[in-house]
């Protein structure tokens, strides 16, 4: 027995980032939710499947005081999300599980109740179209949800007969008469969204016989139903009242142009008020004041070729007489970040922000001079609550305005449950649904100086035992966005996988990264080419003069924004053994009409601006080995760009195919998959390619490809 027991452990890989499938079953948790009394805390937690095909969510709750176990609240094949707390303690959420009072029903996206005293979760409403998102009231029994219906639906019973009719005929067809019409990986339309309240219904028979904890099936009222395509990716919040909901419209404009305008949703009359609407502006709605007299607003100006967005935190005064315009103040407007997320504190007295700064993305507190009056809100003080280097996010706050709980993630581990006390900023770890995945290696912050005396930091991730005897060969790993920073924990670019293969991964922020201030973003705007690739350059110098890099072995990759600048360096220099770039901008000037948000595109750079900096104009000068992978569903980045750059690789490249048709180029594609690789098998294969393309030409091994492939 003993001697099996050690041959098991001796098959465990040294890490879960030692093997790919290890990795693959780390629980990835997302998501908050605090109970009304602060005594619950729900999160979501995704497992793979038995098959290992897809991630099945489930909801578990947490102990906010930090003294029990977390415990799984869920489970069903489909999954659970979208956890939401009505005022009375009840956990509303979404799934698409067989309801066991219709089980013969095809199943949807239904919302579900788990009641706050326990027992089991039931349906209590579902509709043909399904529920999305479920939001509460924090003072109210007030609850809504947002849900999709046919643009042509008169009501729920029309609506149902128009999803089936096109079911049965097996009719997708779409027909457009505005833009957008894509999203990401989505076809937008038929449906468009709408907010509905979720109100008591009648009992279906009255005066029967039933157990004690028999209720009348819940309604949606309809708040938006003018609403068309307006509501399409809009964000909403509710006020604690429940009386007003607080959104934005896509607002159509001239020559397939949009913005964003925010609107009042008065719930008693499903009525709706635009509050602001201003040229060259989009507005979102942010959290409520407590008192429900105080609106945050998120601002964002429209780009110009030579103009990078301003990101604005402010307040609206919702009591006042006159245009919402004149009562809209700055919040904070010498602070220079951009606020992500924001929550009040109880009391009303501050908000929490949280924002991209320096390689984290902190928890900070923003407290308007004469905040209990509604006033003063320029003079805001911001102050910094968490203080190390990791990202926050879903933060909300205990009643009693003590502490606050939220996602903490970095790239020594993945996102976790915490506590922060607001009067210290100390931050515990709460008892989590899974432990922390070990790492082997170590994490720098290192930088450089680039020729404008501009600072650019970075990342670095190194293999355990490098050193000047054994120096690790180095990839350069750009980040998308452009607008992001590497600051956070992703299941997606993770660079311990290629760590535990024995690379340092360096992972920079260059020009156009957040978290810098608006000067930083400024000096890369419209010249992409220019100050984000130099200072890639710069700070890749400032690694391989370490004694623990080897100079001689190195390779960059990059996805989507990143993917762009991995295909700009291929055409720029030769100092790389391998580029992989993946789904990648490559020629501009095709890539502005054709993604699924040209408008804003189109407004970035003028046309000479475009083929300035774009890739494809030097494809003769690659001589580097590239490999390129793209999916068929990406409507951001559209299969396009993969398609060009992998013929013109071939026919235009210092390594072109040959006359027997061979090239070192290789091109990873896949047919069901969009700007992210989201199926686990798929993700299995992807880092497989790239540890074989990269050993080959880096290390020069010959490591086997998967078996997946079938070659």
């Not at 949807?108 to 788990?114: E, F, G, I, P, Q």
């Not at 083929?611 to 104009?617: A, G, K, M, Q, V």
């Not at 580097?624 to 980045?637: A, E, N």
Request: aromatic share 8%.
């Amino acid at each position: 027995m003993a001697s099996q027991d050690s041959a098991i452990l001796s098959e465990q890989p040294a890490t879960p980032f030692h093997d790919v499938d290890h990795y693959l079953a780390i629980p990835r948790v997302s998501g908050l939710a605090l109970s009304p009394d602060g005594k619950r805390l729900v999160t979501t937690v995704s497992t793979l499947n038995g098959k290992g095909t897809e991630y099945v969510t489930a909801l578990w709750e947490l102990d906010p005081a930090g003294g029990k176990h977390a415990r799984r609240i869920t489970r069903s094949a489909k999954g659970e999300a979208g956890a939401a707390f009505a005022s009375t303690g009840d956990l509303y959420f979404t799934s698409a599980r067989p309801d066991p009072e219709s089980p013969d029903a095809d199943p949807v996206s239904a919302l579900w109740l788990l009641p706050a005293d326990g027992g089991e979760a039931r349906v209590v409403h579902s509709r043909a179209g399904g529920i999305s998102h479920v939001m509460s009231a924090g003072d109210s029994a007030a609850t809504f949800v947002t849900a999709s219906v046919l643009a042509g639906s008169a009501d729920e019973e029309a609506d149902e007969a128009r999803r089936k009719n096109r079911k049965d005929n097996k009719v997708s067809a779409i027909l457009h008469s505005g833009y957008p019409v894509r999203y990401w990986d989505a076809d937008l339309g038929p449906d468009q969204p709408r907010i509905f309240a979720v109100e008591p219904g009648e009992e279906k028979e009255p005066g029967k016989p039933a157990t004690v904890d028999a209720a009348a099936p819940l309604e949606l009222r309809n708040l938006t139903a003018d609403a068309a395509g307006l509501l399409r990716n809009a964000d909403s919040v509710v006020s604690p009242d429940g009386k007003t909901v607080y959104t934005s419209f896509n607002k159509p404009l001239a020559k397939a142009d949009s913005r964003s305008v925010l609107v009042a949703v008065d719930v008693a009359t499903a009525t709706h008020q635009i509050l602001l609407d201003r040229e060259g502006v989009s507005y979102f709605a942010g959290p409520v004041s407590p008192d429900n007299r105080r609106l945050v607003v998120m601002s964002e100006t429209d780009t110009t070729p030579h103009q990078a967005p301003q990101v604005g935190l402010q307040l609206l005064d919702l009591t006042g007489e006159g245009p919402a315009e004149s009562r809209l103040r700055p919040l904070a407007a010498d602070w220079d970040r951009w606020a992500i997320q924001a929550v009040w504190l109880p009391d009303g007295s501050a908000l929490l922000v949280t924002a991209d700064d320096d390689g984290a993305s902190p928890v900070f507190r923003v407290s308007p001079a004469g905040a209990g009056a509604g006033g003063g809100a320029e003079g805001a003080e911001v102050t910094r609550v968490t203080r190390a280097a990791a990202a926050y996010t879903d933060v909300v706050v205990s009643p009693d305005g003590l502490s606050a709980y939220a996602l903490r993630s970095s790239y020594e581990f993945p996102p976790e449950a915490v506590r922060i006390d607001l009067a210290t900023g100390d931050v515990t770890r709460l008892p989590a649904p899974a432990g922390r995945p070990r790492i082997q290696g170590s994490l720098e912050r290192l930088e450089t100086t680039a020729a404008d005396r501009s600072r650019v930091p970075a990342y670095l991730a190194l293999p355990e035992g490098a050193s000047a005897q054994n120096p690790a060969p180095l990839l350069l790993w750009i980040h998308g966005g452009p607008l992001g920073s590497w600051n956070a924990w992703t299941w997606r670019w993770n660079p311990w996988l290629l760590v535990a293969k024995g690379y340092a991964v360096l992972l920079p922020d260059p020009a156009l990264s957040t978290g810098y201030g608006q000067a930083y973003i400024q000096r890369g705007w419209g010249q992409w080419g220019k100050a984000p690739y130099t200072d890639l350059m710069e700070i890749t110098d400032a690694a391989v003069k370490r004694p623990d890099i080897d100079a001689s072995r190195t390779a960059a990759m990059g996805g989507s924004f990143g993917g762009y600048m991995a295909n700009w360096v291929a055409g720029q220099t030769d100092r790389f053994d391998a580029i992989v770039t993946h789904a990648s901008l490559w020629a501009l000037d095709q890539f502005g009409p054709t993604t699924d948000d040209s408008q804003y595109w189109l407004k970035e750079m003028t046309a000479e601006m475009a083929l300035d900096n774009s890739p494809h104009l030097h494809v003769g000068k690659i001589s580097t080995p590239m490999l390129v992978i793209h999916g068929d569903k990406d409507y951001r980045v559209p299969v396009g760009e993969g398609l060009r750059l992998w013929y013109e690789l071939l026919s235009k490249s210092q390594l072109a195919a040959d006359d027997n048709g061979e090239t070192p180029h290789r091109f990873l594609y896949y047919p069901d998959e969009n700007h992210w690789i989201l199926q686990p098998q798929h993700a299995k294969v992807w880092y497989g390619v790239v540890e074989h393309f990269l050993a080959k030409n880096v290390l020069d091994q010959d490591l086997p490809l998967p078996a997946d492939l079938g070659l």
